[in-house]
């Protein structure tokens, strides 16, 4: 996963923040190497010190209380309770018509929960009007003014909070240099790209530097280098004014990218809510482990769960072992989750001792040039995928189509789900 | 082959606008136009000269040595005239500003209104259409007129006392009621097109900057809807301009309307000559707004396009 590498990259800004950043960061950030000295195991490569979601005095910035949003019968949102904390960058996935852009609607103002109420920085919104909320959030229609030029456009919000003209003039150039949009300052919005548009929309919404941005797909329209680019422009600036963000996005790649947290979200309920690591290492469902990323999810029952271990007996390969602690029964149907890159593939047995042991027919194999992935037949019909990079040109004997394969995977690598 | 068919067509539909403009616009304002250059004669057409093919060329030529300027040094002669164009623009105006106000918060509503309702409020405008202007005009007599409906309604709610009476019926401001109430719909429509094409999202997003609603609508709404008052106003300015049965049925004396002046110098002065010179006039007076209203289209539409 190319998410790897930008992670990695995301660190640097993410601990000169900290740095800034006022007491409370600075506390957790002592508190942080006891935590890893006591487990000497940890979820993922970066580790940050900005987690106030595991400090049980942190309150919240925006706390979405038991929110339930209804058109007619339908319901968009469900029972939803969550909270972001304040400087986080929060994602919101889930697929089409699972109530993101409500969720987001009813903190700028635009629709009134059914049920629940919306507290920002301790405070029920409900009476607030959306022209006062200090909210600001960028359409997933861009919504530009279409009579206004793209400076204008920019320049619109700044102009309500009556700020010097000098000011709103440096400060539109400042956001145009951020999307880089400088040649079309005068332009109408009809004379620009798909592209171009979303650029501006999102510069619109950044202008007035609110205290908390929604971002509604804000980079969907954008080509690759153009999105990662502006990924990291979005969290340099969200570090350096403080801002909280709550985005919305298609691209899991962008939310693992960029994101403190990520939610994921279906049928108006979120499933799980967590660090994008935990996320793809730990999801607590079949329907997260399949949204975020590529995985196998292996059926079978819990034969046994002991001292941190749990033997799953599954129909495709027999018993399984999975280190996790686990609340379970003996009998339940439980999945083993294992991602692709995680299972070991290879022409010859593994040595008797090896945990984990699967064999089967090579069934289809997807070249992508820097890694392979192998689709292989158990003799009871499930395949098991099998991710391994291309380390060299040229192979001996290459796994071909029909070959008899053997596959492992570590007890660490894998998680069992029961749902 | 059938390309070149399929052009030949596409030029035939082409043609045919331009061929109704020959003969039912051109062609008559061509005879209009000669006739204010004519004489007023005591015959049938009361005019001179008149073109016929039976003196040959010879004719024609001493016929068209006949024509003169005498019925527009006339009009410029007699104030009459001068004041009838002027006081008819004048009440154009006003009634244009005064439709603009009410029918902007009449298309505003429609356009808000929940999407079932939009087509039954569309046909609500639309439905005064199906009686006749001239019925509808003379109806307002009844409403107006010192015996009329409004003293009656007035008289019983007490706003007026029973041996008072209304005196609207024959002043201006009659032509003023009939004016804005004639011409209501075409500047609802367009106003209703602009407002309701226009997307609620924008007001969000104005809303959501910090903006107040109310200040919204006019930093964002009333630019928007910039074309559909300019199509709206000239709607109703081009023909008010001109306009006769109004001022003719519910207008006195006092109020001066060019149309009314030509219907006179017509029908009573039987001067076709002056009121053909009338009539061109009135036309030099009218292009002027609608070449400026062609203009505003084509601005409106180049800046759509880009
Ligand atoms: N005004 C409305 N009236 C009726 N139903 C609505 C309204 N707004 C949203 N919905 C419904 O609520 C559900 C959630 O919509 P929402 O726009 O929040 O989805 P989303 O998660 O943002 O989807 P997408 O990723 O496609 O943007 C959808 O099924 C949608 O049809
Ligand atoms: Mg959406």
Redo the contacts between chains.
Sequence with gaps: MATKGTAAKKAAPRKAAAKAAPQKTAARAKAKPEISAEKSKMVGSVRRSFAPWTDPDAKPFILYENITKRFGDFTAVDDLTLGIYEREFFSLLGGSGCGKTTLLRML???ETPTEGRILLDGQDISKI????RP???M?Q?Y?????MTVADNIA??LK??KMPKGEIADRVDEMLKLVKLEQFKSR?P??LSGGQRQRVALA??IA?RPKVLLLDEPLGALDKKLREQTQFELIDLQQQLGLTFQIVTHDQEEAMTVSDRIAVMNQGKIIQVSTPAEMYEYPNSRFVADFIGDINLIEGTISSVSGGKVTVETADAGKLVVNQDLKADKGQTAWIAIRPEKVSIGLKKPAARTANVMSGEVWDIGYLGDVSTYHVKMPAGGIVKALQTNATRLVERPITWEDQAWLSFSPDGAVVLLS | MAEHHDRSGRRLVLLVPYLWLLVFFLVPFLIVLKISFSQIAVAMPPYTPTFSLSQGWDGFVAAFRQLSFDNYVWLTEDDLYIRSYLSSVWIAFVSTIITLLVGYPVAYGMARAPSQWRATLLMLVILPFWTSFLIRVYAWIGILKPEGLLTVVLQTIGLLSPDEQVRILNTTTAVYIGIVYSYLPFMVLPLYSALEKMDASLLEAAEDLGCHPLKAFWVITFPLSLPGVIAGCFLVFIPAVGEFVIPDLLGGSGTLMIGKTLWSEFFNNRDWPVSSAVAVILLAVLIIPIVLFQRAQQRAQEREAG
């Design positions: 700028a103002g635009f009007p959306p022209y006062k909210v600001n959030m359409f229609s919504a530009l003014f279409p009579h619109f919000g309500q909070d109408k009809h004379m619109r919404s007035k």
